[in-house]
């Protein structure tokens, strides 16, 4: 509830004029039935057609005033919600965005998306129910019970009775809710990342023939989460039965029992007519209101879900008042370095690593797979953040940089390339958003991407689907390599990323590299020998320690390891360039 209501006071403008429409609404509601009880009294039953006419237009002033009341109501707490959710979910997002890799892990992508869409739905819901009923029922029961002490204090107990059996009622349902929320929200969670996994692994599916498999595993959740979902529902819908049987023996005893009073003149028949409509007002403020208790258990799992996101400890900060400027550009220093991911202490997958690299050099990293090779280039933009030791680019910590000042200086090329909805341009321009197309060209001609890109019509306007799905893994690979040309970075990072490419490709596109890097420092993780055998220094993995170093010509002499990965490779004669 702070949660929502933390959001909601940035509105007091619309707050108060809910608070207004809801008082209005509920005066003018308990004024009908007193103006009722007049007309049935003094006007229809002495019959005086005059007084009847004035009251029958005060009735009908007051049922336009109650609509104008019920307008404005509507209006504010929709408003304010719609403003509400659109505020929680850019302020989520915006949190998401300093997220490191860490945390992302911890909360879970397909999670993330289930609370910022269906969660925060779930608050619209129970912040609009709020706001709509959350001041009203609470007066218009208030004003009830008033009145009905008033109009008959001698039936006045029978409300009273009824509504322990409401609040019982009202409690266990509520409390049986909680526990389906929970696994209804957790469901969902399962089945967005089944629905993520199915969509984004299609082609391995069908590959594999597995969709039968696919398919078990989606119902089968979408089971669960059916079976949870009809068990709130018919929970929920037990709630109005129950109301509505104790409404109407509440007033089946108010009728039984007035016939006395009635009979000796102690009531009027019109004040009769006014009790039980205060008396079903009050019991029906009773039941609106338990709808937010009821929905408040539900309201409460989403809330905790997002709140979790907002109150997720970011490990890697921005450090906005960090380092921005440095006095050279590309020196690479990792000193004693040792790294255990988040979680797996007792388990390093880097250990000791130190080694330097200038700007006008190439250093690569091999070894089998597993070695931590990606681990270690991954630290140097800090997408985890060393165990031990330090990492210093251009004689400071990379923790004491401002990170994006830190992460300005890196071109970084993944494993997997992975590019955006939008144009080829669009895409290049995602280090420098004002590169001129002749920027884009250079990189691309660099990049051994301008033959693919000209073949195409509108060359780089041309557009790519989501995550460039219309383009081949080479191509797509040889674009994330033109982005990067285009940052013109200090420091470049290949993970890994001439894997695509053939080897002619990849030998030309590294002798066209050697052009644009000679004032930056290059890094090369690599599974082929021949990607990198004309690197300054070859730096050899295993097991997350350095076990050689040197040129392709000492490590074919001394380094085992180096060797029998180079003879494998070798003996495919297309390795020589
Ligand atoms: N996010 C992660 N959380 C926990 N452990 C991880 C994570 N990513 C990688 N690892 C582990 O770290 C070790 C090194 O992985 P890494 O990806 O750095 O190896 P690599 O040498 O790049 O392998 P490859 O050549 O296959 O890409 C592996 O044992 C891997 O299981």
Known sequence: MNYIWRYIKRYPGLLALDVFGSLFFVLVNLGLPTVLSIMIDQAIIPGNQSLLFTLAMVMLGVIILGALGRILLSYASSKLT????????????????????????????????????????????????????????????????????????????????????????????AKKSRPLSEAQQTTLDTINQYARENLTGLRVIRSFAREEYQEERFNKESRHYSNIATRLFKLMATANPIFMHILVWMIVLIMGLSLQPLAVGELQVGNLVAFVEYAFHALFSVMMFSQLFIMYPRMNVSSNRLQEIMNTEISISVNEDGITQTETHGYVTFDNVTFAYPGETENPVLHNISFEAKPGEMVAFIGSTGSGKSTLVQLIPRFFDVTLGRIIIDGVDVRDYNLKALRQKIGFIPQKALLFTGTIGDNLRYGKYNATENELERASDVAQASDFIHKTQERYHSFLAEGGTNLSGGQKQRLSIARAVVKQPDVYIFDDSFSALDYKTDAELRRRLKEVTTNSTVLV??????????????????EGEIVGRGTHEELMVENEIYRDIANSQIKNPTIEE
Do not use: C
């Open 82 to 173: 719609n403003i509400m959710i659109r505020d929680m979910r850019n302020d989520i997002f915006d949190y998401t965005q300093k997220f490191s890799h860490e945390e992302f892990e911890k909360i879970g992508v397909p999670s993330l998306v289930t609370r910022v869409t269906n969660d925060a739905f779930v608050l619209m819901q129970f912040a609009e129910m709020s706001l709509r009923l959350g001041v009203n029922t609470p007066l218009m029961f208030l004003g009830s019970i008033v009145m009905i002490i008033i109009t008959s204090p001698s039936l006045a107990w029978i409300v009273a009775a009824s509504m322990p059996f409401l609040l019982v009622a009202i409690y266990v349902i």
């Open 525 to 542: 993780v690599a599974q082929r020998v021949s990607s990198i055998m004309n690197a300054d220094q070859i730096i050899v993995l295993n």
